[in-house]
């Protein structure tokens, strides 16, 4: 993970913020100061911001969830679509479609249309229809493939959001507060740090500075995969060894470094003596007048 650099952050503008008469008063402990009626952001309250997030990151990647990057300005779009795709996580750069979460069905099912689209563009089964209709499914296409493209990975509601701006991207922190996802935010002094669970106070107009924090939360996100990986290394592991089907041993076979078992001597049992009416004549071990001949009638 990469080294978070006080004088990098300077020099991205990072602690420039909106001019005094555009101010949130509830942003009044990230300020440092003002200077030409525009306000100067503390560094410190920057850094601390981006540390508490990359720890929160990296936990929460770390169990299974994922993470969505929703950054629809001109300055952020480069680097949401970037350190998204580098981590492997959903985005949103260009348009964030009402009901994007809250509708999240309908979102699958156009998902499933663009995918359809794509199959159709790249088959060539689109040169078989009209001028007209090849028009009008290319446009649909692209403004499909335009708004949605980054959110083909996101089979599932994510379990926390980074936003660049909130105040831009008031509809998308609406329906996050809505669902109760965690919201990580770049916000300016005119956001309210009411509306995000994690904020970190910087310039969100500044195309370096945003690229900076992007990256150190990427690196934080991609920490995460590699923990969530080993732990299911670890337990795929585990349930291997515990649910191994153990050797069937033949009732009185050994083991191998087992001792055999001590033979018991022979015990022997005394023959039964047989019925008196049943031994032979001349036996001198019966006894006379035990049994009577039948007389003939």
């Known amino acids: 993970m990469a080294t978070l650099q006080v004088q990098e952050l300077i020099e991205a503008g990072i602690h420039f913020g909106h001019p005094a008469s555009r101010w949130n008063p509830k942003m009044a402990?990230?300020?440092?100061?003002?200077?030409?009626?525009?306000?100067?952001?503390?560094?410190?309250?920057?850094?601390?911001?981006?540390?508490r997030a990359k720890r929160f990151l990296t936990k929460?990647?770390?169990?299974?969830?994922?993470?969505?990057?929703?950054?629809?300005?001109?300055?952020?779009?480069?680097?949401?679509?970037q350190e998204a795709k580098r981590c492997g996580m959903p985005y949103v750069s260009y348009r964030w479609l009402g009901g994007t979460f809250t509708n999240f069905r309908t979102i699958r099912s156009r998902l499933s249309h663009l995918e359809e689209l794509d199959q159709q563009v790249t088959s060539g089964?689109?040169?078989a229809l009209s001028k007209k209709m090849q028009s009008n499914m290319q446009r649909e296409h692209r403004k499909m493939k335009r708004n949605?493209?980054?959110?083909?990975?996101m089979e599932r509601m994510p379990g926390a959001m980074i936003i660049v701006d909130p105040v831009r991207e008031k509809n998308a922190v609406r329906e996050a507060k809505k669902l109760g996802i965690p919201i990580i935010a770049l916000a300016d002094t005119e956001a309210n740090p009411d509306d995000v669970s994690v904020i970190i106070p910087g310039n969100d107009d500044a195309m370096r500075a945003i690229e900076i924090v992007m990256k150190h939360l990427a690196d934080a996100v991609a920490e995460g995969m590699a923990n969530r990986a080993a732990r299911a290394v670890i337990e795929g592991e585990g349930q291997a060894l515990t649910r191994a089907p153990?050797?069937?041993?033949?009732?009185?076979?050994?083991?191998?470094?087992?001792?055999?078992?001590?033979?018991?001597?022979?015990?022997?049992?005394?023959?039964?003596?047989?019925?008196?009416?049943?031994q032979e004549p001349g036996d001198p071990n019966a006894k006379s007048g035990d049994?009577?001949?039948p007389s003939n009638p």
């Open 60 to 81: 929460l990647v770390a169990t299974g969830k994922d993470a969505v990057f929703v950054g629809t300005k001109r300055q952020a779009r480069a680097a949401i679509e």
């Open 148 to 153: 949605l493209d980054g959110l083909r990975t």
């Open 246 to 278: 153990s050797r069937p041993r033949t009732r009185g076979t050994v083991r191998q470094g087992e001792a055999e078992p001590p033979q018991k001597p022979a015990i022997e049992m005394p023959l039964p003596k047989p019925h008196p009416a049943i």
């Open 125 to 127: 089964a689109i040169n």
């Open 291 to 293: 049994a009577e001949t």
């Open 29 to 51: 402990p990230y300020i440092y100061g003002k200077r030409n009626f525009i306000h100067i952001i503390d560094l410190k309250e920057t850094v601390k911001g981006i540390i």
